[in-house]
């Protein structure tokens, strides 16, 4: 019945150092997930930097998984070449690493202060950074807790002759302990978990020197499964995102099966078995692999794209590519990928663009059918793409991620509304004029079709402003949609013109043109909306455009 309670205690120890885990990575990603994600992008322009930014990644986030997750989301975009991507996940392994060297120090004394100080911060600091700084604190505390208590718990092990002699049976076969610790982390999700319990078996005295090592490499081994799992699970045809994890499990494998081949030695260097020990053995491993496979890089990266190569695209236009369902739990990196999917709408809405100058131009029914169908695409990725964004957990998200979680849904929402005007209005407008026989001046003709062009340049401002935040770009989106109001104003002279001449057909040309000008310059403005948040979070945007003294007279108006 004791052996049965210690086990119950060890389980509930664990679940504690799990939750602290937990909440610091939550509290690291609301709080700077964002930034994170961008600084990792910046790093993978070489494979030096993107040693170093995967190390500081894991170590702000404690999680390989969550880097490996964005380090496949990179490599899958064209942007990053697969090398640099898998030198970062040399970098993430190291940072675990050095994660678990810190925590197996005695360190139990601060767990009090660290709770004590997150809490006061988390209570009294108000809603954003500094509350997830709190977080971050309360999870450390209960992490180092958690240790603390693991290492009493493990205590009567020490003098249980039955639990001595079944880990001495099994400390005689290293795939056993291997698999039992690579099964501990795949559960945990996280190896800085499993490497902390297997450091508190080792200070125990409860398994030797080969079971310990045997017992890292596979910690290694089950966290290396998670972003390769979570990569599978994905139905969706970018498979790119599966290289980065399986090289990166390759990479483990190796190293473990040379470590197995030589264990009497290992052991042997490793010495008196402790909670240090195994830190500095897990350390040693991951150091040990970079070192191996950094000069193999290169023919690693291309094995892997020869092994996994991009699937074909799919014929359906509208089957989403790039919202991958495992990412969920990541916000950064589930951001990026509807970011990326809105990119696919909008050059869904360009296509658009381009088959309605078509319509206009040679009159015939091809383009108003092909704007349909490209509609009917845009209407399908923004469904996809919204009931993707729902399944973010809410409570994850920082004040930073929230924000551009509320911008990518209205950018989407901006371009389905653009689509659905250009298809019904515009495409109606076509329609009507295939069907009257009526033919276009080429001054009309022309203008029409640079308005159309207009509109391309300004979508392409759009982009710029969703995904880079270009600001210069916001105001010139700004300057194009007021552009676009005169150029309303002129058509409607042009039609009061062509009816003071009683020209009939002059008259229906204008009409068109007035009625194709409002429509595209109602999309122009759902193409503005993008760059308001910017301006308005900048000072550069007015709330108003009714002058101040008209605004002071109905203040006045509503006091009264």
Known sequence: MSQALLLVELAGHAALLLWGLHMVQSGVQRGFGMRLRHVLGIGLGGRGRAVLAGLAITAALQSSTATALMLGSF???????????????????????????????????????????????????????????????????????????????????????????????????????????????????????????????????????????????????????????????????????????????????????????????AAALLGPVGALAAAQAHLAFNLGTAVLAWPLLGPLSRLLQRWVPDRPQAEDAGAARYLDTGALETPPVALANAAREVLRIADAVEAMLAASITAFQDGSREGPKAAKRLDDVVDRLHRQVQFYLARIPQEILGEEEGRRLAEIRAFAVSLEHAGDVLDRDLGGLAAKRVRRGLVLPPDISAEITALHQRLQAQLRLAVAVFMREDAEAARRLVREKEALRDAERLALARMAEAADRSAAEGGAAAGLLLDAVRDLRRIGAHFAMVAHPLLERRGELLPSRLSPEVRLEESLAGGD
Do not use: K, Y
């Open 75 to 265: 490599a899958a975009g064209a942007g990053v070449a697969l090398a640099p991507a898998l030198a970062g996940m040399l970098g993430a392994n190291l940072g675990t690493a050095l994660i678990v060297l810190v925590l197996s120090f005695p360190t139990g004394f601060l767990a009090p202060a660290l709770v004590l100080a997150g809490v006061v911060t988390f209570r009294r600091g108000a809603a954003g950074r500094l509350r997830d700084l709190g977080r971050v604190a309360i999870g450390l505390g209960l992490m180092l807790t958690s240790l603390h208590l693991l290492g009493q718990a493990m205590a009567p092990v020490e003098a249980s002759p039955a639990l001595h002699q079944v880990l001495g049976a099994i400390a005689a076969m290293p795939l056993p302990n291997l698999l039992v610790a690579a099964v501990l982390a795949w559960a945990a999700h996280s190896s800085v978990a499993a490497m902390l319990f297997i450091a508190a078996l080792a200070a125990s005295g409860a398994v030797g020197a080969e079971a310990c090592i045997a017992m890292v490499l596979g910690a290694n081994l089950g966290s290396a499964l998670n972003p390769l799992l979570a990569a599978l699970g994905d139905a969706g045809p970018d498979r790119a995102r599966l290289r980065v994890a399986l090289g990166n499990l390759v990479n483990r494998v190796v190293g473990a099966a040379l470590v197995l081949a030589l264990l009497p030695q």
